[in-house]
């Protein structure tokens, strides 16, 4: 008998080779994958995490307070500088200061350092001095401290309450008094409570000293939270870190996309692809069936298969501008004269919105559904569709109840493909819908519920705006991170979906062989 390895020892040196240069492509592929998740999870929901404030004394005597963001080295080795996150934007325009390492004398970090976070003006950073309530009782000290949170307690309260009032209850009673309704005394009651919490929110003050020390006067109708990061726990920056997280997955955004949340963005994205989906499965399954199953395998046909690869190499931004033009102004703008015409010339269907954007994102992902269902039509043996005609089936019968479900899982990974590229496009969205900001989702509780004339906010989009078009790139940058990584965790949701249910189809039906 041969020896056990003689097989291995049979083995051609060059595929040999060739497995190992294929594990190494896929090792470095996970590799660079995982680099990027990090990079993104890092720079991003660290941002929310309380990082200490530092009280910096420099040699000639001026003192600032703020966090360290990074260290870079000077232009020819000169030495190096560190950039401090200041805040106090309204007192020297800047929430930025570099300083250089070699100016600096003393780095303490007191614990009666405290951020405060705006609604304007970004952060504010320095100790408490007083606090004023708003029937003019001052406090000082550690008294202060405890006051100021037991008001934003009860700030915090009041607001929630204001905008479920508005949201709840003024915003429907208005739309249904523009139709006709009867609903003048609850609206007016409504407008009432609502005058009256705000009015509950006015008044007191608190005073900042600044590490500097200048004074600076915040109204606490402003403030939305604050914090000491320099006294707080491990276990209060964790609950302080799952709070900010919270906060930025379920609120909107504010502070021209540079603070607050992305919870429009994400409902946004998600609604899109999911109608996007449903717009281009039947159309690219179909035409894929007809494509394989029904034409004549000609010229004509090579012709139209070679066409639609080529349309999954057009430009995006191509696709934009072909939806502008036809969905926006075409029909949209028909429809706006046959349905709406006592809106205009404000126009309901005849600009950007959900319907146009999903719609040209569909044609834009449509040859991908195309040729994946094709190749998994091909793949179905043709014993399949002979087998089931010898029984009696129907040609109809032989498609629905044999070849499709065969192929579905084919259909799905062509849908998964869509949905990879359709949740990252911004280039034609810009053209065709999207917002910079749409406090407002399309979905709410009034007929028709789904609102498709509406624009939306979009994950890929914020990005661009808040990392280009921002006021202060440098403050936005962890954001940009942070809503970076939640794209890519959505659209990793998105596909795991699609991959488990494409899963099941194949233990259903079986999977066909590669071969």
Not at 78 to 104: C, P, Q
């Amino acid at each position: 008998m041969r020896p056990a390895h003689s097989a291995r020892a049979r083995v051609p040196r060059g595929e040999g080779l060739g497995a190992w240069l294929a594990a190494g492509s896929v090792a470095l592929s996970l590799l660079a994958l995982l680099a990027l998740l990090s990079l993104l999870a890092i720079r991003g929901f660290g941002h929310f995490w309380p990082a200490p404030i530092a009280l910096v004394v420099l040699e000639d005597g001026r003192q600032l307070a703020g966090e360290r963001v990074r260290e870079v080295p000077l232009p020819e080795g000169t030495g190096r500088e560190r950039l401090y996150r200041t805040g106090n934007r309204d007192l020297d325009g800047t929430r930025w200061d570099w300083v250089a390492v070699s100016a600096i004398a003393a780095v303490s970090h007191p614990p009666d350092l405290v951020v405060l976070e705006r609604r304007r003006w970004g952060e504010a950073i320095g100790r408490l001095a007083t606090l004023e309530s708003a029937t003019g009782q001052r406090v000082e000290g550690e008294a202060a401290w405890a006051a100021l949170e037991t008001r934003l307690a009860e700030l915090a309260a009041l607001r929630q309450a204001r905008d479920t009032l508005r949201d709840e209850v003024i915003l429907p009673r208005v739309r249904a008094l523009e139709a006709g309704a009867d609903v003048d005394r609850e609206l007016a009651m409504a407008n009432t409570r609502l005058r009256e919490l705000q009015a509950a929110m006015e008044g007191g003050q608190l005073t900042l000293e600044t590490a500097d020390g200048g004074r600076l006067v915040v109204p606490l109708a402003q403030v939305l939270g604050g914090r000491r990061p320099n006294a707080m726990s491990p276990l209060d920056k964790l609950a302080a870190w799952g709070e900010g997280v919270w906060r930025f997955l379920s609120e909107g955004p504010r502070a021209a996309n540079t603070a607050g949340g992305v919870w429009p963005a994400i409902f946004g994205t998600v609604l899109m692809v999911m109608l996007m989906s449903i717009l281009v499965t039947p159309f690219g399954v179909l035409a894929a069936i007809y494509l394989n199953e029904v034409a004549h395998q000609g010229r004509l046909t090579r012709l139209v298969r070679i066409a639609v690869r080529n349309l999954a190499g057009v430009p995006s931004i191509v696709y934009g501008v072909f939806g502008l033009g036809v969905f926006v102004y075409g029909i949209g703008g028909t429809l706006d004269e046959w349905f709406f015409d006592a809106a205009l010339p404000s126009p309901t269907f005849g600009t950007g919105g959900l319907l146009w954007a999903s719609l040209t994102l569909a044609l834009l992902t449509l040859p991908v559904v195309i040729v994946a269902t094709e190749e998994g039509l091909a793949r179905v043996p043709d014993q399949q569709r002979e087998g089931a005609l010898a029984l009696g089936a129907t040609r109809l019968e032989m498609l629905t109840r044999v070849v499709l479900p065969m192929a579905t899982p084919a259909m799905l990974t062509g849908v998964i493909l869509a949905v990879a590229r359709a949740a990252g496009e911004v280039a034609p969205l810009m053209l065709v819908g999207v917002a910079k900001l749409a406090p407002q989702v399309p979905v709410d509780g009034d007929f028709p519920f789904l609102h498709l004339d509406r624009k939306f906010m979009h994950l890929g989009y914020h990005i661009f705006d808040a990392a280009f078009h921002g006021g202060d790139v440098q403050a936005a940058m962890p954001l940009v991170y942070a809503t970076a990584l939640l794209l890519v965790l959505v659209i990793l949701v998105l596909n795991l979906t699609a991959i488990f249910l494409r899963h099941h189809l194949n233990t259903r039906h079986g999977a066909l062989s590669r071969r």
